[in-house]
């Protein structure tokens, strides 16, 4: 059993940077995936990036792809996702979730976060 809890997002202006992060609790987090999954108003939840168990292989989405920089800390149970040069389409509630392996489907993972909302003005 993994819970997730997401933090750090928050009001930022295009053109900016924010980190936020997802606090993870239960013994087997480092056997994990993590991923970073978001959703807009009106639109479906969609990939972002996914980290697997060592933090030694990573992929992101198109849409992402140079800007956010997923990492982990298995000693401390964190995930972060950097976000550099944020543009108004990013703007998305960010959920966090572990699964058994670095895949980009959501319904293949079976832990989720409650969400942070990142929000980025023109």
């Known amino acids: 059993q993994v819970q997730l809890v997401e933090s750090g997002g928050g009001l930022v202006q295009a053109g900016g940077s924010l980190r936020i992060s997802c606090a993870a609790s239960?013994?087997?987090?480092?056997?994990?995936?993590m991923a970073w999954f978001r959703q807009a108003p009106g639109k479906e939840r969609e990939f972002v990036a996914v980290?697997?168990?060592?933090?030694?292989?990573?992929y992101y989405a198109d849409s992402v792809k140079g800007r956010f920089t997923i990492s982990r800390d298995n000693t401390k149970k964190l995930v972060y996702l950097q976000m550099n040069s944020l543009k108004p389409e990013d703007t998305a509630v960010y959920y966090c979730?572990?699964?058994?392996?670095?895949?980009?489907?959501?319904?293949?993972?079976?832990?989720w976060g409650q969400g942070t909302q990142v929000t980025v003005s023109s």
């Open positions: 239960g013994r087997a987090f480092s056997s994990y995936a």
């Open positions: 979730a572990a699964g058994p392996s670095t895949v980009t489907e959501d319904w293949r993972y079976d832990y």
């Open positions: 980290i697997n168990w060592s933090g030694g292989s990573t």
